[in-house]
């Protein structure tokens, strides 16, 4: 296996990806002094796209398709995803290298700065709050059906002016984007795992890379976590059973502890009325089957029907 000298990391253009794709750049440079690493920002169909919700453009590869398309004609030699946004079938030839260690999984809600609650239990009855996600929405929905739901697109400084500049009550974002572009102190609420589950894959960045790579491959180790890889593995597998061309709310999330893998998943309504909510623990590296059978006890258990609903109101007419 050749020793590779110089490196090309494709990323999208946001903030957040940038801070991802300069922090992997960083731990590979520290890891390999001999290694040169060059950043190539690819704009994706997500990042032309800014004003409809995701759930109208189509779900598979948005935040992915065309950096995917830079690896394979090898115009770059390395991806930096956030996993969350990662397909679980991936085009031939391309692989997930690596999963860094997952930060903080769960979602945070931001107040407008201007209004004096802080909580989601806080906001007045019939109040607004903003986000992008039918997994969030359905959850929200669920704990306070009063609620208005405004979608939101954009990156996180765009987000934080548009709040700004609403008569909206809050937001929801993920907190590991939050925390690592460092605007923790804007966080009002870290929301419990009880109320909210987060996406497939939330808090770990994905690495891509084509197959035959293997010295691309070996670079990668300082970066893998094996326990985040097979908590992923889980929720990915679990995805992959449930998923059927339109964006579904599914909240997962999967975990190591006392070397036992816990998987609690759920699947919601669009109005939040219905939540079927499982959970399975096993073997670590019995992973992906743990991921499937859960998929199969939350299709039994009234899944199937939510699912059905949600795919037939997403067909074209």
């Not at 993920?174 to 609420?189: D, F, P």
Request: aromatic content about 2%.
């Amino acid at each position: 296996m050749r020793t590779r000298t110089s490196v090309t990391i494709g990323s999208r253009g946001s903030q957040l990806a940038l801070w991802q794709a300069h922090w992997v750049k960083k731990t590979l440079e520290e890891h390999h002094p001999h290694l040169e690493v060059r950043l190539e920002i690819i704009k994706t169909t997500c990042d032309a796209i800014l004003d409809s919700p995701l759930s109208q453009i189509g779900d598979k590869g948005l935040f992915t398709k065309e950096i995917e398309h830079a690896l394979l004609d090898k115009s770059i030699d390395l991806a930096v995803h956030s996993l969350k946004d990662v397909p679980t079938a991936l085009p031939p030839g391309l692989t997930i290298g690596a999963i860094s260690r997952r930060e903080d999984v769960r979602d945070v809600f931001i107040a407008h700065p201007h209004k004096r609650h802080k909580t989601i239990d806080e906001v007045p009855k019939g109040g607004t709050i903003a986000t992008g996600s039918l997994r969030r929405r359905s959850q929200l929905l669920h704990r306070r059906p009063d609620l208005s739901i405004i979608d939101l697109r954009g990156n996180l400084n765009t987000r934080f002016a548009k709040l700004e500049a609403s008569s909206w009550d809050g937001m929801i974002l993920a907190r590991a984007g939050v925390v690592r572009l460092e605007m923790a102190q804007r966080i009002s609420e870290t929301i419990s795992l009880e109320h909210m589950l987060p996406a497939v894959g939330q808090g770990a960045l994905g690495l891509e890379l084509r197959e035959e790579d293997r010295d691309v491959l070996a670079l990668l180790k300082p970066i893998h976590s094996e326990a985040t890889f097979r908590a992923t593995e889980s929720e990915r597998a679990l995805l992959r059973v449930l998923e059927g061309g339109c964006q579904i709310p599914l909240g997962a999330y999967g975990r190591i502890e006392n070397n036992e893998l816990s998987l609690d998943a759920i699947i919601g309504s669009l109005d939040g009325k219905r939540i079927v909510r499982g959970s399975i623990k096993g073997a670590p590296e019995d992973a992906r089957t743990l991921g499937e059978q859960l998929a199969r006890t939350l299709i039994a258990s009234g899944g199937k029907a939510i699912l059905d609903e949600i795919r037939s109101a997403a067909a074209p007419q």
